[in-house]
């Protein structure tokens, strides 16, 4: 079974500080991973994705983050942290479901979320 | 193009009533996943429907129960609520759920479902 685990479940940054957070997997296929951003009152909204492309994958608002295959990781960096990026953030794993028809892909698996404050 | 939608935002219930969910998903997406978040246990996976066949189910009791129609949008059900149950319930589309991975195909959440059992 797959596994995602976010190393800390807060991360505090001041306004224009690099933000890193941080993403290990586990998995028995080769991984598709996902990075989705959480605003409060709202449901998840895509950041990026990792599709064995590019090692290094570029995402919406400035949000990038690297597969490195030797360290299962895929942690999110952004340069430069604005105060719009305030919320919380997970990391994902593609969780490939079998069933009499074949392959499904409809499931995720999760990490606990890391909530990123950004002080002015 | 329309996100995903799902109905009602908020519902407030008591123990032992049921409650049924509605999603929309986008036009043109065909799979359908549903989804339970809470604070202790996080993002759970519920279930996964295509072409409305049940293609996945998560660890949840059979008082779960979810269905899609043919035209893709999607309901979940669940029954004898438990104080357990609040939780926000979110759905999410995406093009594919099929044989041969599709890595552009990733899962679009709507802004979910407040369920409040009390």
């Known amino acids: 079974a797959q596994s995602v685990t976010q190393l800390g479940s807060h991360v505090s940054v001041s306004e224009g500080a690099l933000v890193l957070l941080r993403c290990n997997y586990s998995?028995?296929?080769?991984?598709?991973l996902f990075w989705y951003v959480q605003y409060p009152n709202q449901g998840l909204q895509l950041l990026l994705k990792y599709t064995s492309a590019a090692t290094l994958v570029k995402g919406i608002n400035g949000f990038e983050a690297e597969f490195k295959k030797s360290e299962t990781s895929f942690h999110l960096t952004k340069p430069s942290a604005h105060m719009s990026d305030a919320a919380e953030y997970f990391c994902a794993v593609s969780d490939p479901g079998v069933y009499a028809g074949g392959t499904s892909y409809g499931k995720l698996t999760f990490g606990q979320g890391t909530i990123l404050t950004v002080h002015p | 193009k329309a996100g995903v939608t799902q109905t009602p935002r908020y519902l407030i219930k008591t123990r032992g009533q049921q409650v049924t969910l509605s999603c929309s998903p986008i036009?043109?997406?065909?799979?359908v996943s549903w989804y339970q978040q809470t604070p202790g246990q996080g993002l759970q996976f519920l279930f996964e429907?295509?072409?409305?066949?049940?293609?996945n189910k998560g660890n949840f009791p059979g008082r779960f129960s979810g269905r899609q129609f043919s035209n893709s949008r999607s309901e979940m059900n669940v029954s004898t609520l438990e104080l357990g149950d609040s939780a926000l319930y979110l759905c999410?589309?995406?093009?594919?759920?099929?044989?041969?991975?599709?890595?552009?195909?990733?899962?679009?959440f709507g802004n979910g479902t407040r369920l409040t059992v009390t």
């Open positions: 999410a589309s995406s093009l594919k759920s099929l044989r041969g991975r599709d890595p552009n195909s990733p899962l679009h």
């Open positions: 036009s043109g997406h065909r799979s």
């Open positions: 998995s028995s296929v080769p991984p598709y």
């Open positions: 429907y295509f072409s409305e066949t049940q293609r």
